[in-house]
């Protein structure tokens, strides 16, 4: 498995950055779905979000996201 994501569990809140077809890199934040030898599934605002591992170059858990203020 990638080596960032050795320490991710579905469930757990993170980020996880990788590069795009051109090259770039971008970044899926939300809940991890699922992960297997080859895919990472993240649950985004923009909904599911499957990365190859193969293109991910940093991972890891983050806090849940900010409370409103009343």
């Given at each position: 498995m990638n080596?960032?994501?050795?320490?991710?569990?579905?469930?757990?809140?993170?980020?996880?950055r990788y590069r795009l077809d051109d090259g770039r890199a971008t970044?899926?934040?939300g809940v991890l779905?699922?992960?297997t030898a080859?895919?990472?599934?993240?649950?985004?605002?923009?909904g599911a979000e499957t990365i190859e591992l193969?293109?991910?170059?940093?991972?890891?858990?983050v806090p849940p996201p900010p409370r409103p203020r009343p």
């Open positions: 080596e960032p994501l050795v320490n991710l569990e579905p469930g757990m809140r993170v980020v996880i970044d899926a934040l779905l699922s992960l080859t895919h990472a599934v993240v649950d985004t605002k923009r193969h293109r991910v170059m940093a991972a890891k858990e």
